[in-house]
Protein backbone atom coordinates (compact mmCIF):
# COMPACT_ATOMS: atom_id res chain seq x y z
CA UNK A 1 0.00 0.00 0.00
CA UNK A 2 2.85 2.74 -0.82
CA UNK A 3 1.48 5.97 -1.64
CA UNK A 4 3.05 8.87 -3.41
CA UNK A 5 3.17 12.37 -1.49
CA UNK A 6 3.82 15.51 -2.23
CA UNK A 7 5.20 17.26 1.05
CA UNK A 8 4.94 20.79 1.27
CA UNK A 9 6.93 22.35 3.34
CA UNK A 10 9.56 19.62 3.77
CA UNK A 11 12.50 21.55 5.79
CA UNK A 12 10.65 22.55 8.43
CA UNK A 13 9.75 20.47 12.10
CA UNK A 14 6.99 18.59 10.50
CA UNK A 15 7.95 18.44 7.32
CA UNK A 16 11.38 16.94 8.29
CA UNK A 17 9.63 14.51 10.65
CA UNK A 18 7.06 13.64 7.40
CA UNK A 19 10.33 12.37 5.60
CA UNK A 20 11.50 10.17 8.22
CA UNK A 21 8.10 8.86 8.28
CA UNK A 22 7.46 8.61 4.16
CA UNK A 23 11.35 6.91 4.52
CA UNK A 24 10.39 4.44 7.53
CA UNK A 25 7.45 3.13 5.51
CA UNK A 26 8.77 3.26 1.63
CA UNK A 27 6.62 6.05 0.56
CA UNK A 28 7.20 7.58 -2.52
CA UNK A 29 7.91 11.62 -2.15
CA UNK A 30 7.16 12.96 -5.78
CA UNK A 31 7.65 16.52 -5.09
CA UNK A 32 8.86 18.71 -2.02
CA UNK A 33 8.73 22.11 -1.78
CA UNK A 34 10.25 24.81 1.14
CA UNK A 35 10.18 28.45 1.61
CA UNK A 36 13.92 29.76 1.75
CA UNK A 37 16.04 26.32 3.13
CA UNK A 38 17.62 26.04 -0.04
CA UNK A 39 20.11 24.02 1.71
CA UNK A 40 18.28 21.36 3.24
CA UNK A 41 16.04 21.24 0.39
CA UNK A 42 18.69 20.43 -1.85
CA UNK A 43 19.92 17.76 0.49
CA UNK A 44 16.11 16.39 0.89
CA UNK A 45 15.90 16.08 -3.51
CA UNK A 46 19.20 14.50 -3.10
CA UNK A 47 17.77 12.00 -0.79
CA UNK A 48 14.37 11.61 -1.86
CA UNK A 49 14.72 11.83 -5.69
CA UNK A 50 11.37 13.63 -6.19
CA UNK A 51 9.79 14.66 -9.39
CA UNK A 52 9.72 18.20 -8.58
CA UNK A 53 11.20 20.56 -6.29
CA UNK A 54 9.61 24.35 -5.33
CA UNK A 55 11.14 27.26 -3.46
CA UNK A 56 8.14 29.20 -2.41
CA UNK A 57 10.80 32.68 -1.98
CA UNK A 58 11.40 33.39 -5.53
CA UNK A 59 14.40 35.21 -4.74
CA UNK A 60 16.19 32.14 -4.00
CA UNK A 61 14.73 30.17 -7.54
CA UNK A 62 18.12 30.95 -9.32
CA UNK A 63 20.20 29.32 -6.79
CA UNK A 64 18.30 26.27 -5.88
CA UNK A 65 17.96 25.75 -9.77
CA UNK A 66 21.64 26.14 -10.18
CA UNK A 67 22.52 23.82 -7.56
CA UNK A 68 20.16 20.84 -8.90
CA UNK A 69 21.20 21.59 -12.84
CA UNK A 70 23.11 17.94 -12.28
CA UNK A 71 19.71 15.90 -11.56
CA UNK A 72 16.15 15.72 -12.96
CA UNK A 73 13.74 17.54 -11.02
CA UNK A 74 11.81 20.09 -12.29
CA UNK A 75 12.51 23.19 -9.91
CA UNK A 76 9.36 25.43 -9.55
CA UNK A 77 9.05 28.58 -7.56
CA UNK A 78 6.72 31.20 -4.96
CA UNK A 79 2.39 30.29 -5.17
CA UNK A 80 1.95 29.07 -8.48
CA UNK A 81 4.88 26.55 -7.88
CA UNK A 82 3.10 25.06 -4.51
CA UNK A 83 -0.02 24.99 -6.17
CA UNK A 84 1.56 23.14 -8.92
CA UNK A 85 3.26 20.57 -7.06
CA UNK A 86 -0.52 20.50 -4.51
CA UNK A 87 -2.37 18.68 -7.79
CA UNK A 88 0.39 16.56 -9.27
CA UNK A 89 -1.46 13.84 -11.08
CA UNK A 90 0.48 11.32 -9.56
CA UNK A 91 0.42 12.47 -6.44
CA UNK A 92 -2.21 10.01 -3.58
CA UNK A 93 -1.73 12.76 -0.74
CA UNK A 94 -0.71 16.16 0.13
CA UNK A 95 1.18 16.71 3.37
CA UNK A 96 0.74 20.55 3.58
CA UNK A 97 2.84 21.28 6.56
CA UNK A 98 3.30 25.12 4.92
CA UNK A 99 3.52 28.20 7.47
CA UNK A 100 0.88 30.67 8.07
CA UNK A 101 -2.02 31.93 5.45
CA UNK A 102 0.12 30.50 2.35
CA UNK A 103 -1.17 27.34 2.91
CA UNK A 104 -4.92 28.26 2.06
CA UNK A 105 -4.61 28.49 -1.51
CA UNK A 106 -2.14 25.03 -2.13
CA UNK A 107 -5.02 23.37 0.12
CA UNK A 108 -8.07 24.70 -1.73
CA UNK A 109 -6.24 23.30 -4.79
CA UNK A 110 -5.38 20.04 -4.02
CA UNK A 111 -8.42 19.67 -2.71
CA UNK A 112 -10.34 20.56 -6.74
CA UNK A 113 -7.77 18.32 -7.78
CA UNK A 114 -9.39 15.62 -5.48
CA UNK A 115 -5.72 14.80 -3.72
CA UNK A 116 -6.45 14.21 -0.41
CA UNK A 117 -4.84 16.04 2.36
CA UNK A 118 -2.81 15.54 5.63
CA UNK A 119 -3.24 18.97 7.06
CA UNK A 120 -0.65 20.63 9.52
CA UNK A 121 -1.16 24.15 8.23
CA UNK A 122 -3.71 25.48 10.80
CA UNK A 123 -4.74 28.62 9.07
CA UNK A 124 -5.94 26.58 6.53
CA UNK A 125 -9.31 25.87 8.49
CA UNK A 126 -8.67 28.99 10.71
CA UNK A 127 -9.49 31.30 7.96
CA UNK A 128 -10.90 29.10 5.22
CA UNK A 129 -12.49 26.76 7.32
CA UNK A 130 -16.04 26.84 5.57
CA UNK A 131 -14.35 27.17 2.02
CA UNK A 132 -12.22 24.19 2.76
CA UNK A 133 -14.88 22.00 4.45
CA UNK A 134 -17.17 22.87 1.99
CA UNK A 135 -15.08 21.77 -1.12
CA UNK A 136 -13.86 18.64 0.07
CA UNK A 137 -17.24 17.56 0.82
CA UNK A 138 -18.20 18.45 -2.87
CA UNK A 139 -15.21 16.83 -4.15
CA UNK A 140 -14.69 13.94 -1.83
CA UNK A 141 -11.41 14.16 -0.46
CA UNK A 142 -10.63 13.99 2.91
CA UNK A 143 -8.64 15.44 5.23
CA UNK A 144 -6.74 14.27 7.81
CA UNK A 145 -5.26 16.36 10.74
CA UNK A 146 -1.94 15.97 11.50
CA UNK A 147 -1.95 18.44 14.57
CA UNK A 148 -1.44 15.83 17.52
CA UNK A 149 -4.86 17.20 19.12
CA UNK A 150 -6.83 17.20 15.96
CA UNK A 151 -5.19 13.38 15.18
CA UNK A 152 -6.33 12.47 18.89
CA UNK A 153 -9.88 13.40 18.31
CA UNK A 154 -9.54 11.67 14.72
CA UNK A 155 -8.35 8.43 16.02
CA UNK A 156 -11.22 8.71 19.74
CA UNK A 157 -13.74 8.63 16.75
CA UNK A 158 -12.72 5.53 14.75
CA UNK A 159 -15.66 2.65 15.26
CA UNK A 160 -18.05 5.05 17.22
CA UNK A 161 -21.02 7.04 15.89
CA UNK A 162 -20.04 10.80 15.29
CA UNK A 163 -23.50 11.78 15.86
CA UNK A 164 -23.01 10.28 19.20
CA UNK A 165 -20.94 12.35 20.33
CA UNK A 166 -21.06 14.88 23.16
CA UNK A 167 -17.88 17.14 23.43
CA UNK A 168 -14.31 16.65 22.92
CA UNK A 169 -11.97 17.74 25.45
CA UNK A 170 -8.47 19.69 23.91
CA UNK A 171 -5.45 19.29 25.86
CA UNK A 172 -3.27 22.34 25.79
CA UNK A 173 0.31 21.78 27.64
CA UNK A 174 -0.19 25.64 28.97
CA UNK A 175 3.34 26.52 27.31
CA UNK A 176 6.27 28.21 28.81
CA UNK A 177 3.95 30.43 30.54
CA UNK A 178 1.22 28.63 32.27
CA UNK A 179 0.27 30.15 35.73
CA UNK A 180 2.35 33.27 35.30
CA UNK A 181 0.11 36.78 36.19
CA UNK A 182 -0.54 39.06 33.12
CA UNK A 183 1.83 41.76 35.37
CA UNK A 184 4.30 38.84 35.34
CA UNK A 185 4.05 38.54 31.13
CA UNK A 186 5.21 42.12 31.16
CA UNK A 187 8.65 40.96 31.43
CA UNK A 188 9.25 38.35 29.52
CA UNK A 189 11.69 37.86 26.83
CA UNK A 190 11.90 36.50 23.50
CA UNK A 191 14.15 33.50 24.47
CA UNK A 192 11.31 32.90 26.92
CA UNK A 193 8.90 32.83 24.95
CA UNK A 194 10.62 30.65 22.52
CA UNK A 195 11.51 27.72 25.32
CA UNK A 196 8.57 25.15 24.83
CA UNK A 197 8.12 22.78 27.72
CA UNK A 198 7.40 19.24 25.40
CA UNK A 199 7.45 19.98 21.61
CA UNK A 200 10.10 21.08 19.21
CA UNK A 201 8.20 23.45 16.80
CA UNK A 202 9.24 25.99 14.43
CA UNK A 203 9.38 29.98 15.88
CA UNK A 204 5.94 31.50 15.20
CA UNK A 205 3.69 28.00 16.36
CA UNK A 206 6.26 27.91 19.49
CA UNK A 207 5.07 31.70 20.04
CA UNK A 208 1.66 30.80 19.50
CA UNK A 209 1.65 28.12 22.25
CA UNK A 210 3.24 30.73 24.24
CA UNK A 211 0.59 33.33 24.18
CA UNK A 212 -2.40 30.13 24.05
CA UNK A 213 -3.13 31.34 20.17
CA UNK A 214 -2.00 28.13 19.13
CA UNK A 215 -4.52 26.57 21.22
CA UNK A 216 -7.34 29.28 20.09
CA UNK A 217 -6.35 28.28 16.33
CA UNK A 218 -6.94 24.24 17.25
CA UNK A 219 -10.31 25.48 18.94
CA UNK A 220 -11.18 26.99 15.48
CA UNK A 221 -9.80 24.04 13.57
CA UNK A 222 -11.81 21.46 15.99
CA UNK A 223 -14.62 23.01 15.10
CA UNK A 224 -14.32 22.62 11.32
CA UNK A 225 -12.90 19.18 11.28
CA UNK A 226 -15.79 17.79 13.46
CA UNK A 227 -18.36 19.69 12.73
CA UNK A 228 -18.82 20.71 15.84
CA UNK A 229 -20.74 23.52 18.14
CA UNK A 230 -17.88 26.26 20.33
CA UNK A 231 -19.86 24.87 23.42
CA UNK A 232 -18.94 21.37 22.54
CA UNK A 233 -15.00 21.96 22.90
CA UNK A 234 -13.56 22.26 26.22
CA UNK A 235 -10.16 23.06 26.84
CA UNK A 236 -8.01 21.41 29.39
CA UNK A 237 -4.34 22.52 30.27
CA UNK A 238 -2.53 19.38 30.82
CA UNK A 239 1.32 19.85 31.44
CA UNK A 240 2.56 16.92 30.48
CA UNK A 241 1.24 16.40 26.71
CA UNK A 242 0.44 12.98 26.84
CA UNK A 243 -3.36 12.91 26.76
CA UNK A 244 -3.37 14.16 22.85
CA UNK A 245 -6.96 15.24 23.22
CA UNK A 246 -10.44 12.99 24.26
CA UNK A 247 -13.63 12.49 23.18
CA UNK A 248 -17.22 12.46 25.54
CA UNK A 249 -20.01 10.29 24.01
CA UNK A 250 -23.82 10.88 24.80
CA UNK A 251 -23.29 7.93 27.96
CA UNK A 252 -20.56 10.36 29.18
CA UNK A 253 -17.69 7.64 28.70
CA UNK A 254 -14.32 9.42 27.29
CA UNK A 255 -12.46 8.22 24.68
CA UNK A 256 -8.73 9.44 25.38
CA UNK A 257 -5.75 8.78 22.69
CA UNK A 258 -1.93 8.81 24.07
CA UNK A 259 1.60 8.57 23.79
CA UNK A 260 4.83 10.55 23.94
CA UNK A 261 4.83 13.83 22.51
CA UNK A 262 6.43 12.96 19.33
CA UNK A 263 4.50 14.67 15.76
CA UNK A 264 5.38 11.08 13.82
CA UNK A 265 3.35 9.64 15.16
CA UNK A 266 0.43 11.85 14.34
CA UNK A 267 1.85 11.86 10.67
CA UNK A 268 2.05 8.57 10.44
CA UNK A 269 -1.62 7.93 11.32
CA UNK A 270 -2.65 10.79 8.71
CA UNK A 271 -0.46 9.23 5.85
CA UNK A 272 -1.34 5.47 6.75
CA UNK A 273 -5.26 5.81 8.12
CA UNK A 274 -6.24 3.28 8.79
CA UNK A 275 -3.22 1.42 9.16
CA UNK A 276 -1.19 0.94 11.99
CA UNK A 277 2.40 0.23 11.93
CA UNK A 278 5.83 0.79 14.03
CA UNK A 279 6.57 4.14 14.43
CA UNK A 280 10.70 5.88 14.38
CA UNK A 281 9.38 7.13 18.08
CA UNK A 282 9.43 5.72 21.88
CA UNK A 283 6.79 3.98 23.59
CA UNK A 284 4.81 5.28 25.96
CA UNK A 285 5.89 4.53 29.67
CA UNK A 286 2.73 5.50 31.97
CA UNK A 287 4.74 4.45 35.02
CA UNK A 288 7.28 6.84 33.52
CA UNK A 289 5.16 9.69 33.97
CA UNK A 290 3.49 8.51 37.32
CA UNK A 291 1.29 11.43 37.44
CA UNK A 292 -0.67 13.29 34.95
CA UNK A 293 -2.45 16.45 35.39
CA UNK A 294 -5.21 18.58 34.39
CA UNK A 295 -6.31 22.50 34.91
CA UNK A 296 -8.62 25.37 33.74
CA UNK A 297 -7.07 27.81 31.28
CA UNK A 298 -6.32 31.25 32.72
CA UNK A 299 -8.81 32.82 29.82
CA UNK A 300 -7.83 36.83 31.08
CA UNK A 301 -4.43 36.36 31.26
CA UNK A 302 -3.86 34.70 27.91
CA UNK A 303 -6.45 36.45 25.78
CA UNK A 304 -5.56 35.60 22.55
CA UNK A 305 -6.69 31.90 23.76
CA UNK A 306 -10.56 33.84 24.32
CA UNK A 307 -10.04 36.04 21.17
CA UNK A 308 -10.31 32.98 19.31
CA UNK A 309 -13.00 31.79 20.59
CA UNK A 310 -15.18 34.98 20.93
CA UNK A 311 -14.12 34.99 16.94
CA UNK A 312 -15.38 31.35 16.02
CA UNK A 313 -18.78 32.11 18.50
CA UNK A 314 -19.12 35.04 15.81
CA UNK A 315 -17.95 33.13 12.84
CA UNK A 316 -17.90 34.91 9.25
CA UNK A 317 -14.43 36.81 8.80
CA UNK A 318 -13.91 37.38 12.60
CA UNK A 319 -11.72 33.74 12.73
CA UNK A 320 -9.40 35.27 9.46
CA UNK A 321 -9.02 38.19 11.13
CA UNK A 322 -7.73 37.38 14.74
CA UNK A 323 -5.36 35.00 12.87
CA UNK A 324 -4.17 37.67 10.19
CA UNK A 325 -3.76 39.74 12.62
CA UNK A 326 -2.03 37.74 15.60
CA UNK A 327 0.46 36.66 12.32
CA UNK A 328 1.66 40.38 11.96
CA UNK A 329 1.72 40.61 15.65
CA UNK A 330 3.84 37.51 15.95
CA UNK A 331 6.02 38.75 13.23
CA UNK A 332 6.46 42.38 15.22
CA UNK A 333 7.10 40.45 18.21
CA UNK A 334 9.67 38.27 16.63
CA UNK A 335 11.76 41.34 14.99
CA UNK A 336 11.43 43.25 18.65
CA UNK A 337 9.27 45.91 17.67
CA UNK A 338 6.36 44.94 20.54
CA UNK A 339 6.37 43.34 24.20
CA UNK A 340 5.18 40.10 24.15
CA UNK A 341 1.83 41.00 26.15
CA UNK A 342 1.01 43.20 22.97
CA UNK A 343 0.35 40.60 20.98
CA UNK A 344 -2.79 39.24 22.91
CA UNK A 345 -3.96 43.15 23.04
CA UNK A 346 -3.55 43.67 19.51
CA UNK A 347 -5.31 40.34 18.65
CA UNK A 348 -8.11 40.93 21.02
CA UNK A 349 -8.88 44.73 19.48
CA UNK A 350 -9.48 43.19 16.43
CA UNK A 351 -13.12 42.29 17.69
CA UNK A 352 -13.59 45.59 17.93
CA UNK A 353 -12.63 47.13 14.99
CA UNK A 354 -14.16 45.41 12.73
CA UNK A 355 -17.86 44.67 11.55
CA UNK A 356 -18.94 41.45 10.53
CA UNK A 357 -18.94 39.96 7.08
CA UNK A 358 -19.55 36.61 5.33
CA UNK A 359 -16.81 34.74 3.61
CA UNK A 360 -18.17 32.92 0.49
CA UNK A 361 -14.86 32.86 -1.47
CA UNK A 362 -11.11 32.58 -1.25
CA UNK A 363 -10.62 37.04 -1.77
CA UNK A 364 -13.36 37.28 1.05
CA UNK A 365 -10.58 35.87 3.01
CA UNK A 366 -7.54 37.50 1.02
CA UNK A 367 -10.14 40.96 2.38
CA UNK A 368 -10.07 39.95 5.84
CA UNK A 369 -6.33 39.02 5.92
CA UNK A 370 -5.19 42.38 4.42
CA UNK A 371 -7.65 44.20 6.94
CA UNK A 372 -5.94 42.80 9.74
CA UNK A 373 -2.73 43.12 8.61
CA UNK A 374 -3.06 47.27 7.57
CA UNK A 375 -4.72 47.59 11.03
CA UNK A 376 -1.98 45.64 13.09
CA UNK A 377 0.84 47.44 11.05
CA UNK A 378 -0.77 50.97 11.86
CA UNK A 379 -1.23 50.28 15.55
CA UNK A 380 2.53 49.05 16.13
CA UNK A 381 4.06 51.97 14.65
CA UNK A 382 1.62 54.87 16.20
CA UNK A 383 2.80 52.87 19.77
CA UNK A 384 6.63 53.65 18.33
MG1 LIG B 1 -1.18 20.94 18.54
Redesign the pocket.
Known sequence: MSKTVSILGSTGSIGTQSLEVCEKHDFRVNALAAHSSVDLLEQQVRQFKPDYACIYNENKFGELKERLSDTSVKVLCGMEGLCEIASLEETDIVLNSVVGMVGLLPTLTAIKAGKDVALANKETLVAGGKLVTELAKEKGVKIYPI???HSAIFQCLQGNKREQLSKIILTASGGPFFRKSYDELRNVTKADALKHPNWDMGNKITIDSATLM?KGL?FIEAKWLFDLAPEQIEIVVHRQSVVHSAVEYNDYSVIAQMGVPDMKIPIQYALLYPDRFECPTKRLSLTDYGTLTFEKPDYDTFKCLSAAIEAITRGGSYPCLVNSANEEAVRAFLNDEIPFIQIGEIVSSVLEEFEYFEITCYEDVMKADSMARAYVRNTISEVK
Do not use: R
Open positions: DSENE
